[in-house]
């Protein structure tokens, strides 16, 4: 068990659909990582936040957003949803922006 | 995991066989590098990391080896047990105002009984 911790695990939803995956990092990680992992595309860096801020952004949709809370907690959301949207979505933490990421379990997106 | 459905090259090992997985990466300003292994429906895994200013780091049963001039990384595993069947992905990270952490496409090892 990494101490990361993601929910839903598994989320089946119709295109065009609106949801919001959460993700709580380790106890004292104050960076959090989003990455997307498609069958043909690997692990897909998106958006990283450090204590609250936006830090990195990589390939993200514009219909995608994120967000660290106080509480360091993170949400990603992923509006107007496509059939290639489902992938497996995975959080990870960090203590800082360097140092090692520890990942968790995924969600596993479906859209049908 | 997801990615099954890749063209991974694949690494077969014989159990009790040394394996070693190579990783070319691009940027020559990375500075941080990371080895996950992946196994099938589970998230990433951290084995073992290591900065630019070294070029061996020793873990159990694992050493990651930076080649900074030919910009190569690699994983070694003494003696391969069934259970380090999985994608094995490195990682790497750059010193520029980004902070992105950015995987390469992966290698599968296959460890034969």
């Known amino acids: 068990d990494s101490g990361v911790t993601q929910t839903p695990k598994h989320l089946i939803t119709a295109t065009g659909q609106r949801v919001t995956l959460r993700c709580s990092p380790r106890s004292g990680d104050l960076s959090v990582y989003w990455y997307q992992q498609s069958l043909d595309q690997g692990l897909q860096f998106l958006i990283q936040?450090?204590?609250?801020?936006?830090?990195a952004k990589g390939n993200i949709l514009e219909r995608f957003s994120a967000q660290q809370f106080p509480d360091l907690h993170s949400e990603l959301n992923l509006s107007s949803l496509e059939l290639g949207d489902s992938a497996l979505y995975f959080c990870?933490?960090?203590?800082?922006?360097?140092?090692?990421?520890?990942f968790g379990q995924g969600t596993r997106l479906t859209v049908v | 995991g997801e990615s099954v459905g890749l063209h991974l090259p694949t690494l077969s090992v014989q159990e009790g066989d040394n394996s070693i997985i190579n990783c070319a990466y691009s940027n020559s300003a990375s500075d941080y590098f990371i080895w996950y292994k992946q196994e099938s429906g589970k998230g990433p895994q951290f084995i073992i990391d290591?900065?630019?200013?070294?070029d061996k780091r020793q873990g159990q049963r694992v050493t990651v080896l930076l080649n900074k001039t030919v910009k190569h990384l690699s994983l070694q595993i003494a003696a391969t047990q069934p259970g380090d069947s999985a994608v094995y992905f490195c990682a790497e990270n750059t010193v520029d105002s980004s902070y992105k952490l950015i995987f390469g496409s992966g290698t599968r090892l296959l460890v034969r009984p």
């Open positions: 936040y450090y204590n609250g801020e936006e830090r």
């Open positions: 290591i900065r630019s200013n070294m």
């Open positions: 990870a933490s960090s203590v800082a922006t360097r140092t090692e990421a520890f």
